[in-house]
Structures are given as structure tokens and as C-alpha cells.
């Protein structure tokens, strides 16, 4: 018959078979094969390391040595642990792991989707929360990194000009703080916006523009993505995504993480698409709001379009970042009437703001 | 297995006065005890999915502060699940642990980063470099530092988890240098990369050498008696028939999809509308060829590599020992491919929610194919003086190479 406990003397690494017997405050440890007493611990004076969930079998210390005691029969083991209240971990059955794993597994299925909607619809309302001195910092350091080697158009009547509209429009959008419009020497015929009301224009896109509607229609826009906070709701979104896959992965797996990026990718540039679609629709409301001419937005992608007649947007698919600009032309055509966004004199000064 | 003959049985030889060889049993007259054993694993895959599952759920709540709860008590199922010579493993590690150590790593490298930027304001001035700013210069220092600080981390973490490891109440340990393992193992891999892997055996001998003589069960070492030129030969036939399967695996590759975009006779655009706009059987056909090129380059090339792993693994096995006990194990090229590919892709399918699969198979695999031969001389091992580190893992967390 194998003993029913082994003991361990923590000075050696001699292995005793050994069986016990519990009076009122003793545990007596003796030697299974002459009955001989290995040792003697207080009851007071022991505790069990692990539980019955993690350890095959718990095991009984004495405090402050490196003695164990493994009782290997579970049905002295729980003799023990009904005659000692402190020893209860020692019999104490886990949860049924079917029902653990049911619920685990229902909880996690749960919180990846509250998860993902916190990403994917949070953002909106947690976004304008975030202090906007804060998102300043961030779009300025990103401006700084992104022209340290390209050259700033300063002409000083143009640029205020372009500032003195972005201001109003921000206004008529109910936007609460001041925007700032920076033009960039050279191409591509482009203008984008970062965190904190901060718009980039490069000067190609001003010189190629036909008139001062269309350079109106894409400030309008990029205003528009300044009110609805998409620089910073993309940067949440992609982190939030980056996050929940890493810690599904648990943590551990730099091969799960990359695919994860993968998948990152395209769903940061679906939420491009999306951007640039509400971004047209605020355009074109802040321009009818302030009754300008509204019909630059279409007319400059008409024009880009004939340039480069096959649609590019439509041809890469899942893989643009911004919608069919045909789809875009269709959505923000407008008659072209209005008041004029730039005075003469303000217009001229913007032609020649890098002269 | 072809593993020339044990080193063992030529100490025991020698210590004996008799002559002869073969394996270590027939070290006769005064034959040492070599019974054989294997540790057994006993843990349930279902188990230790509940303790996974409930570490997931954790992560996403804490948004992953509780890993280092959910590492220790994963560790703490699958130490206790395996016995050796009937006694079970203790792991006696704890999360608070692994947490300071992590937070120490942290505070390390803000100290870094903070030395980086004063030496760049007072010593540079003005930027040097107009696109190079000290956030690149902090990011590329870290890669460059990064690699011997995996090693380091590496190391260090061996001897937590070995610290926090017990057998029959003794703890088991791991005494050197991490910092000087992580010079040689960087300067080793640095000249073999230099050499076109040609080095491979002396830097995996010269590498497991450190990890096996300063690995400790209580007072007693273990023995390592491993020589590069012993594999040199094996390695040498791995390495050219490697670059033969390179090359036909890539033939084969290039064969197989210019004939199969060669025989769909579609114009750019359609191939471009094809990718931009996938339907279904689009996706089906990616993935069909993906699996195709998967299968060519893993029968070529993964099995070779397969073939080597489990050749070394067995030889340093083979050479280690820890006093009266030796070692062997028959590791077999499809099991190193069971351990090294299948549960890579094992990983790689479920996202990550295969893990617990993966160190079940991998318990099954040890306690099937490590052998002991002998049983410790419990008496004469004592309990070292030496507790380990005080707190656990922190480079090895920072640098994302700490599995389980």
C-alpha cells in the first residue's frame, strides 16, 4: 500500500513516505514504514500553499520552513481540513470547470463586443472630452515632425485670409475652439487636418484650384473634420483596436499582434472612408449655413477626375482610404451660388501667399 | 538515434577501473542505480483552459495589468500537474513579483530615455539632423539595445522562474552572470550572423553551456560535457541540403503561381479589380493558394530545420546530468515538428486562444520523451542559502519574448 502522505524536510532533498495524525494542537508527521515520528508542527503554526484549482495536490507548510507536507490521499485531506478550520483549502473543490469555462468564455465573448463598441462608438462622445489643450500638443507635434524639412508659405495677407474663413466656418459649425490654417510650399495637390483644429494646406492644391469656391469647398471640409474630432477618434480607434487584440492574445503572442495589425489597417482605412464621407456632408451644410457658394467641393473633384479619369479610389477598393470620388461628387453637388467665400483683394493675397 | 556515445559512460569508467564502453549501464561492477523514469504530466487541457479563460477575461478588465496574477497561477497548474520520480513540481512564484519587476524595467528605461534627451539638449544644442529627432534617437537606441537586452532579459528570467521552482521542498536556481550571457550571447550571434550561420553549432553549445552548469537543485550543479565538433558534421549536412530545398521550394513557388496567373488571362484591370474588390471565391482561391505555398515551403524547408532542432536538442539533452541522474530523450523530427510548426500555426489560427492547447501538448511531449536514468542522492543535496531575485522578469516582460 502506497503511504497516504510524503514528506519533505526542506534542508534535503530526501522524499519520507509518511502518514499523519492530528491531535488537539499538534500535527504529528510519522514515517509510514516503522511509525517513528518525523516531526511535530503546531496546529497554529500551519498554512496551505495553493488551492485545489491550480494545485494537483495543495501542499502544507509549517510557517517560516522549507518543510512541505504532501497529503496524497484526498480522503485524509479532507479529514484534515473538517478537524482544522484553517486547513479548509486543502479540500475545498473548485467550481465544476465546465461551468467555468462556459462562463469565462460567455463573459469574454461579452466584453470583446462591449469592447469593440466602445472603440468603434465610444470614441464619439469620449473624443471632445479630451482637453483640447491637449490635442493642440499633439497636432503640433505632429505638424513639427511632419514639415521639419518642407518650407512655410508666409505671406501674411494670404494667410489670414485663409485663417479669418476657417474661423468662421469653425463658428457657423458651432465649433467652441479657434482653428489654424498653415500653408505648405510645393505638392501634393492635398490638405489634410491634425488634432487640435490645426489645417495643413500645401500650395499646389491652391495654384490648381479653378477658383476661390473650390479652395472654400475643401476648407469647408477639412473643417468638417475638425468638428467631429476624426484626427484624434482615428489615432483612439487604431490604439483601442492594437490593445483589445493584444490583450485577447494574452499578452503574449507578437505573431497574433502583427496579424492584428493587418486587420488594423483596414479597418483604420473603413473608418477613412466613413470620415471623408461625413466630412463632404459638414462641408457642404457650413457652406449653405453661411450661405456661400457651396458647389466647390464637387467641382474640384470633377476636376480631379478629369485629370486622372480612372477613378482611383473606386479602383482599389477595400484598400482607399477615401470613398469613389465619383460617389463623393454625387453626394455634394450643389448650384454655384452663393455669396463669394474670399473678397477679391483676400483671394489675390491667397494666390500669391507663397509669392 | 545516432548520438555518439554518452561522455558519462567514460567518467564512469574511469571512476570504476573497468574497461569497455557502450551506454552507461554497462558501466558494470559497481553499477550505480539507472533505473529509468519519465516525469509524468497529469493536468487537464479542460483546467487549464478555466484558468486561461479567466486570465483573458482579466486582461481585457484590467486592460492587461493582471497578467503577471494570470502568468503565476498558469505556472502554478503546470508545475504542480508534473512529477518526477513520483514527487511534484512547487511553484511558488507570485504576481506582485513579476509586477515590480516589470515596473522596475520601465522606470529603467525612463531613466534612459531622460539621459537620452539631456545629453541631446546640452550636448547637441540644435538638431543636428533636421528629420532626426530624440524620439527617433530614443527608439533606435532601444532596438539597438534591445536585442542583447532580450538575452539578458532572457537570462534573468530563467533564474526567477527557477528561484520560484521546487522538488521535494528544495528550490532549484540558476547562479552567473545575466548581464555576461547577454555580451557572449549577442557578440556569438553578431559573428554568426557575419559567418552565414556557419557557427551554429559552437554558439548553440557555447549558449546551452551557461544555462545547464550554472542551473542548480538546491546545493547541487549540473553537468554539461557538450562539443561543438561533435555536431559538426550533422550541421554541416543540414546546412547545404537547407540551401538545395531553398532553392527548389522557390522554383516549385514560382512555377506554381506563374502558371496559375498565367492561365487566368486577365488583363491588369481585372486583376485589379479581382484584389480591390474581393468576392468570396476570390478569398477562397488567396487563401487555397496561401495554404499551397505554405505546404511547399513547410514539406521542403520546415522539416529540415526540424531535423537539425531535434538532433541538437537530443545531443544537449544527452550532455547534461545532474549528479547521479542522466539524461536522454529520443525526440523524433516529426515531434520537434509537432512542437515548432504545428503549434506555431496552432497560434497563429485561434488568435492567440490556442495557448493553453499548445503547453498542454508541449507538458505531453516533455513527460513522453525525457528520460531520467538514476534517482538523486537525496541526502547529500541541501536546500541552497541563495533565495533568488527578489522580483521577476521585467526586461523579459518589456521585450514581449516571456511566453509561460
Known amino acids: ?355 | 538515434m545516432s548520438d555518439a556515445t554518452s561522455p558519462w559512460a567514460k567518467a564512469a569508467v574511469a571512476s570504476s577501473g573497468v574497461p569497455g564502453s557502450a551506454g552507461p549501464a554497462a558501466a558494470a561492477p559497481a553499477a550505480p542505480d539507472l533505473t529509468p523514469s519519465r516525469p509524468i504530466y497529469d493536468g487537464k487541457l479542460s483546467e487549464l483552459y478555466a484558468i486561461y479563460l479567466r486570465h483573458v477575461v482579466l486582461m481585457l478588465l484590467t486592460l492587461g495589468w493582471s497578467r503577471f496574477w494570470g502568468r503565476t497561477r498558469l505556472r502554478r497548474y503546470l508545475w504542480s500537474h508534473v512529477s518526477v520520480l513520483g514527487d511534484r513540481f512547487e511553484y511558488r512564484g507570485r504576481g506582485r513579483e513579476l509586477l515590480i519587476g516589470f515596473l522596475l524595467a520601465v522606470v529603467m528605461l525612463a531613466v534612459w530615455g531622460g539621459l537620452m534627451y539631456v545629453v541631446w539638449v546640452e550636448v547637441f544644442h540644435e538638431r543636428p539632423f533636421s528629420s532626426f529627432g530624440v524620439f527617433d534617437a530614443f527608439s533606435l537606441s532601444v532596438v539597438l539595445l534591445g536585442i542583447p537586452l532580450a538575452f539578458v532579459g532572457h537570462y534573468a528570467g530563467l533564474r526567477y522562474k527557477l528561484s520560484r521552482t521546487r522538488w521535494r521542498g528544495i528550490r532549484c536556481g540558476l547562479a552567473g552572470s545575466a548581464w555576461r550571457y547577454g555580451a557572449s550571447a549577442t557578440g556569438l550571434t553578431f559573428v554568426n550572423v557575419m559567418t552565414a550561420q556557419l557557427l551554429t553549432p559552437v554558439v548553440s553549445v557555447k549558449l546551452a553551456r551557461p544555462r545547464i552548469v550554472n542551473l542548480r537543485y538546491g546545493t547541487l550543479p549540473l553537468e554539461f560535457a557538450g562539443r561543438a565538433s561533435d555536431i559538426y558534421g550533422r550541421y554541416l549536412g543540414y546546412y547545404f541540403l537547407n540551401i538545395v530545398a531553398w532553392v527548389v521550394a522557390a522554383i516549385v513557388l514560382i512555377g506554381a503561381i506563374g502558371g496559375t496567373v498565367g492561365g487566368l488571362d486577365l488583363s491588369e484591370e481585372e486583376f485589379l479589380t479581382l484584389f480591390s474588390q474581393p468576392n468570396l471565391r476570390t478569398v477562397l482561391l488567396a487563401l487555397a493558394a496561401a495554404i499551397g505555398a505554405y505546404m511547399v515551403f513547410g514539406l521542403l524547408v520546415l522539416p529540415l530545420r526540424c531535423w537539425w532542432q531535434a538532433y541538437l536538442f537530443r545531443y544537449l539533452v544527452s550532455r547534461s546530468r545532474a549528479g547521479n541522474v542522466l539524461f536522454a530523450t529520443a525526440i523524433t523530427t516529426r515531434q520537434m515538428w509537432g512542437f515548432m510548426v504545428l503549434n506555431y500555426g496552432i497560434v497563429v489560427l485561434t488568435l492567440g486562444l490556442g495557448w493553453p492547447w499548445v503547453m498542454h501538448r508541449t507538458m505531453k511531449l516533455i513527460s513522453s520523451e525525457l528520460w531520467l536514468y538514476g534517482a538523486p542522492d537525496g541526502a547529500s543535496i541541501h536546500q541552497s542559502a541563495d533565495r533568488g531575485p527578489r522580483f521577476g522578469e521585467g526586461l523579459l516582460d518589456m521585450f514581449d519574448v516571456g511566453g509561460v
Open chain 1, 1 to 355: 500500500m502506497t503511504a497516504p502522505a510524503r514528506f519533505y524536510d526542506g534542508e534535503t532533498a530526501q522524499a519520507h513516505a509518511a502518514s499523519v495524525r492530528a491531535t488537539a494542537g499538534e500535527l504529528i508527521i510519522l514515517r509510514a514504514a516503522d511509525g517513528g515520528a518525523l516531526v511535530r508542527w503546531p496546529i497554529a503554526e500551519l498554512a496551505v500553499l495553493g488551492d485545489l484549482t491550480h494545485e494537483a495536490v495543495p501542499l502544507l507548510m509549517r510557517r517560516g520552513s522549507d518543510a512541505r507536507l504532501v497529503i496524497v490521499d484526498p480522503a485524509l485531506r479532507r479529514q484534515l481540513a473538517d478537524l482544522v478550520p484553517g486547513l479548509a483549502a486543502l479540500a475545498a473543490q473548485p467550481t465544476a470547470t465546465t461551468r467555468r469555462i462556459v462562463g469565462f468564455g460567455t463573459t469574454l465573448v461579452a466584453l470583446i463586443g462591449l469592447f469593440w463598441l466602445a472603440i468603434d462608438y465610444g470614441t464619439q462622445y469620449a473624443v471632445p472630452l479630451l482637453p483640447h489643450g491637449l490635442q493642440v500638443k499633439l497636432g503640433e507635434s505632429v505638424f513639427e515632425a511632419l514639415t521639419a524639412n518642407e518650407t512655410l508659405c508666409e505671406g501674411e495677407k494670404g494667410v489670414e485670409a485663409l485663417n479669418r474663413l476657417a474661423n468662421r466656418m469653425a463658428r457657423a459649425a458651432d465649433y467652441p475652439h479657434d482653428v489654424v490654417v498653415y500653408v505648405v510650399n510645393g505638392g501634393p495637390v492635398n490638405a489634410f487636418t491634425l488634432p487640435g483644429g490645426i489645417l495643413v494646406f500645401y500650395s499646389d492644391l491652391i495654384e490648381q484650384a479653378k477658383d476661390r469656391a473650390q479652395v472654400a469647398g475643401i476648407m469647408a471640409h477639412e473643417i468638417g473634420h475638425v468638428v467631429h474630432h476624426h484626427p484624434v477618434k482615428g489615432v483612439v480607434r487604431q490604439l483601442g483596436v492594437d490593445l483589445l487584440v493584444r490583450l485577447v492574445s494574452g499578452g503574449y503572442s507578437d505573431v497574433v499582434s502583427t496579424l492584428g495589425a493587418g486587420g488594423n489597417l483596414l479597418l483604420g482605412l473603413r473608418n477613412g472612408r466613413a470620415f471623408e464621407r461625413d466630412a463632404d456632408a459638414t462641408g457642404v451644410r457650413i457652406l449653405e449655413k453661411m450661405e456661400m457658394r457651396a458647389d466647390g467641393i464637387a467641382s474640384f473633384f470633377e476636376q480631379m477626375l478629369e485629370k486622372e479619369p480612372k477613378d482611383a479610389a473606386a479602383a482599389i477598393g477595400i484598400w482607399s482610404s477615401h470613398p469613389p470620388t465619383g460617389e463623393r461628387i454625387a453626394a455634394t453637388r450643389r448650384p454655384a451660388t452663393g455669396r463669394p467665400p474670399f473678397t477679391d483683394a483676400e483671394w489675390k493675397a491667397v494666390r500669391e501667399v507663397c509669392k
